[in-house]
């Protein structure tokens, strides 16, 4: 199987063709390579965003430059604190499992960079190097690779409703309630077209009863994501529902709802 396929079904995303299913269950080899970059997923996942992060050894590079034949040039550079040029290139060609030519060459001091085309590497060691650059990342990125997981890691989808016009409406729409990879949740709300209000579209969660109800915010256009408050329990406030809302200064409910549905909670 391809890296970027291996690599997205290691960060739980719906990746690969039922061919590709077929093969993981039959090639022990990429099921193995699969389960080492879940492995350093997991790892990271655990960590979270206020992990410590340990600086490598000072041989690190020298072993990557080396297995990957980046040269005296890129090893230089490495250690001089490379231009983002340079680390765009290593990056690429550790993450392509790429090596380049030993003949290739270096670049005429003050002088554009050669472009050397690339060979690609064994297959025996593309599993290892992801892995290696994984981890790399982890340890050498700081807060970049937390970030990098962070948004790279896929939402959950916790909850969800079918958002139903109500009289005098005609439009319809969706929520999800999401979880992201550090805990945070959020109401994801997309109407189908947006209507034609004479104040301001506002959301809300309600009781089923609409004894009580949160306000989430406003909603602009036709799509939205509203942060949930942590201590908000979505079994007392399961019903979203969006009002037409007057310029009239009142945060009160206006009364006038365009959509409402129940999350499946």
């Known amino acids: 199987m391809d890296d970027e396929t291996l690599a997205l079904l ?7 063709t039922p061919d590709d299913a077929a093969h993981l269950t039959a090639c022990e080899r990429c099921a193995h390579e699969l389960a080492d970059l ?11 965003p206020a992990a410590e992060l340990v600086a490598p050894a000072p041989d690190v590079w020298d072993r990557v430059a080396a297995e990957l034949g980046l040269g005296e040039r890129a ?11 340079a680390d765009e290139g290593a990056t690429a060609a550790v993450r392509s499992g790429a090596t380049a030519p030993a003949d290739a060459a270096p670049a ?4 554009p960079a050669v472009v050397v085309p690339l060979r690609p590497r064994s297959r025996g060691v593309r599993g290892r190097w992801l892995a290696v650059a994984a981890a790399a990342g982890l340890v050498l990125g700081g807060a ?7 948004a790279s890691a896929p939402e959950t989808v ?14 319809t729409g969706s929520a999800q309630v999401r979880t992201a990879p550090d805990g945070t949740r959020s109401l994801v709300v997309d109407l189908d077209d947006e209507p034609g209000v004479e104040g301001y579209l506002e959301v809300w969660l309600l009781k089923p009863d609409v004894s009580g109800l949160v306000s989430l915010g406003t909603l602009d256009g036709t799509s939205g994501t509203f942060a949930l408050p942590a201590d908000l329990d979505l079994a007392q406030f399961p019903v979203v529902d969006v009002s037409d809302e007057p310029l009239d200064g009142d945060p009160a409910h206006s009364g006038v709802s365009v959509v409402r549905g129940a999350l499946d909670v």
């Open 158 to 171: 916790l909850a969800s409703a079918t958002l139903e016009p109500l009289p005098g409406w005609s439009e």
């Open 75 to 85: 090893h230089a550079a490495a250690h001089a604190g490379a231009t983002d040029a």
């Open 144 to 150: 970049g690779a937390t970030m990098w997981w962070r």
């Open 38 to 48: 879940r492995d350093v997923a997991d790892l990271a996942r655990e960590a979270g």
């Open 10 to 16: 290691a960060l739980g995303e719906q990746a690969g």
């Open 108 to 111: 005429a001091a003050g002088g």
